[in-house]
């Protein structure tokens, strides 16, 4: 019997699978990731189980307006700040029948201090967990370093999305590099469409340079670096229009209401720059999220913390292959080299306007960009994330029932390593 066929067969063998995550109808970009990544799994394997244990901020229960998503068999959802339900959110997985655990971990999703709490979960466990790491800080506190480094230490696989992320976990966490995967942040498959058919849909006029921004809106995303450039970009350009497309994060509006955005609206009136930006202030579905896409000539993406190991939103711009320009953070190191996006300076808008000037200027330089960054997309579409993740899933708890070596260095083969996750890099 071929590997290929053995594969097959493995794949297709029904497995119970346990999300641990924010998950849908809540709003953010956890939860959207989760989702997509069960999808896929599902898709990659038809006959998997799926159960999610939903973490909602306790204020945003009573908020809910829609059930969860259908795609799941199961839902137990538990307030990030009460305890004593992570205990029984662990206890419900077992009654279950899971067999194995995908933790998503993200600062600021689990309660306790630094999301403590999720340790209470995972150490109640009697099946193998899968920890993908969403964030991985270079100078975390001690707080934060101790409660990333025990959820590695009882994870029997750690995810790690990019390559840069691999170094921090190894030498800031004492992460066994021999225990880490890594496996790119998933992207959908956008619909062709034209510039001119896009922007006709979003009533912008076909021959304005179109900047797009979008995301949850927050302090931290740089937005205010963009908009100086784009004061120096309206020099030259005196037509270009910069899209903020995204609602305010969901924290920040419980925090500070909409005081962040209105800001960002007050500075756009100093800076004089009312004709050349525009908010939209909405939570973006797929379909208006892949038009914002097509109409744009360059995507921004003026994240000032440079120490960001992912980026979703910028994910997405390359599998639609946009021109990027972004400031220089880990992630946007790794994938816009070479050739797929300029990096500018960050805290320096000039280095910004700079860089989208290059773009605007040069249709061959803009096409060069969109052909390398979707070609380097395609790498990431959800339909080859979750074969991946489907297979180290399967392994994992294969693993876990026979105590294999051989199946577990075949899992390490047909999941990734640390060393190389995709052809395009």
Same mark, same amino acid.
């Given at each position: 019997?071929?590997?290929?066929v053995?594969l097959r067969?493995t ?6 699978v346990?999300?641990v995550?924010?998950?849908p109808?809540?709003?953010?970009g956890?939860?959207s990731?989760?989702?997509?990544l ?15 244990v939903a973490?909602d901020p ?8 829609a059930?969860?998503p259908?795609g ?13 339900q ?5 206890? =419900?997985?077992?009654?279950?029948g899971c067999?194995?655990?995908s933790?998503q971990?993200?600062y600021?999703?689990?309660? $306790?201090?630094?999301?403590s709490y999720?340790?209470?979960l995972?150490e109640?466990?009697r099946v193998?967990?899968?920890s ?13 370093r ?10 029997r =696989?750690?995810?790690a ?16 590099? $021999?225990?880490?995967?890594?496996i790119p942040?998933? @992207?959908p498959?956008?619909?062709?469409r034209?510039?001119?058919?896009a922007?006709?849909?979003?009533e ?8 797009l921004t979008?995301?949850l809106?927050?302090? +931290?995303?740089?937005?205010?670096q963009?908009?100086a ?7 030259r350009?005196?037509?270009v229009? #910069?899209?903020v497309?995204g609602?305010?994060h969901p924290?920040?509006?419980r925090?500070?209401?909409e ?6 609206q007050?500075?756009v ?5 009312q ?7 909405r ?5 208006e999220?892949?038009l914002l896409?097509a109409?744009?000539?360059v #995507?921004? @993406?003026?994240y000032?913390n440079?120490e960001?190991?992912?980026?979703g ?10 021109a990027?320009?972004s @400031?220089?953070?880990r992630?946007?190191?790794?994938v816009?080299g070479?050739g797929? +996006?300029?990096?500018c300076q960050?805290g320096?808008p ?7 000037l290059?773009?605007?200027?040069s ?10 960054a979707?070609?380097f997309g395609?790498?990431?579409r ?8 489907m297979r180290l899933?399967? =392994?994992?708890?294969?693993e876990?029932?026979?105590d294999?070596?051989?199946r577990?260095?075949a +899992?390490?083969?047909?999941a990734g390593?640390?060393?190389?996750w995709?052809a395009?890099?």
């Amino acid at each position: 019997m071929s590997r290929h066929v053995q594969l097959r067969r493995t794949l297709s063998t029904p497995l119970r699978v346990g999300f641990v995550s924010s998950f849908p109808p809540r709003r953010c970009g956890i939860a959207s990731f989760t989702a997509d990544l069960a999808g896929a799994i599902r898709q990659a394997n038809p006959a998997v189980r799926i159960a999610v244990v939903a973490v909602d901020p306790g204020w945003e229960r009573w908020e809910r307006q829609a059930p969860y998503p259908a795609g799941v068999d199961e839902v137990f959802a538990i307030e990030a700040e009460q305890r004593e339900q992570y205990w029984q959110a662990a206890q =419900w997985l077992a009654r279950w029948g899971c067999q194995v655990v995908s933790v998503q971990h993200e600062y600021g999703l689990f309660g $306790g201090v630094r999301g403590s709490y999720i340790l209470d979960l995972v150490e109640a466990l009697r099946v193998p967990v899968v920890s993908t790491l969403h964030t991985v800080l270079r100078f975390p506190d001690p707080p934060q370093r101790d409660v990333l480094a025990r959820l590695a230490a009882r994870s029997r =696989w750690v995810v790690a999305q990019a390559r840069s992320a691999v170094e921090l976990l190894v030498r800031v966490y004492g992460v066994d590099p $021999g225990r880490m995967v890594v496996i790119p942040h998933g @992207t959908p498959v956008f619909a062709p469409r034209s510039r001119e058919r896009a922007r006709a849909a979003l009533e912008v006029e076909p021959d304005r340079p179109v900047l797009l921004t979008y995301g949850l809106i927050g302090p +931290g995303k740089g937005i205010e670096q963009a908009l100086a450039a784009v004061r120096e970009v309206a020099r030259r350009h005196p037509r270009v229009l #910069y899209l903020v497309a995204g609602q305010t994060h969901p924290n920040v509006r419980r925090s500070m209401g909409e005081a962040y955005r209105e800001h960002l609206q007050n500075l756009v009136l100093d800076l004089g720059l009312q004709d050349h930006v525009r908010f939209i202030d909405r939570y973006l579905d797929l379909e208006e999220l892949g038009l914002l896409l097509a109409a744009a000539d360059v #995507y921004v @993406t003026p994240y000032p913390n440079l120490e960001q190991v992912v980026s979703g939103t910028l994910s997405y711009a390359l599998a639609a292959g946009k021109a990027v320009v972004s @400031t220089p953070f880990r992630y946007a190191r790794e994938v816009l080299g070479p050739g797929r +996006g300029l990096l500018c300076q960050a805290g320096d808008p000039s280095s910004m306007a700079r860089e989208i000037l290059r773009v605007l200027d040069s249709p061959e330089l803009r096409r060069s960009l969109e052909h390398r960054a979707w070609s380097f997309g395609q790498s990431l579409r959800w339909e080859l994330v979750g074969v991946r993740y489907m297979r180290l899933l399967q =392994w994992v708890a294969q693993e876990a029932a026979s105590d294999s070596p051989a199946r577990r260095w075949a +899992g390490v083969a047909l999941a990734g390593t640390a060393a190389s996750w995709s052809a395009g890099t």
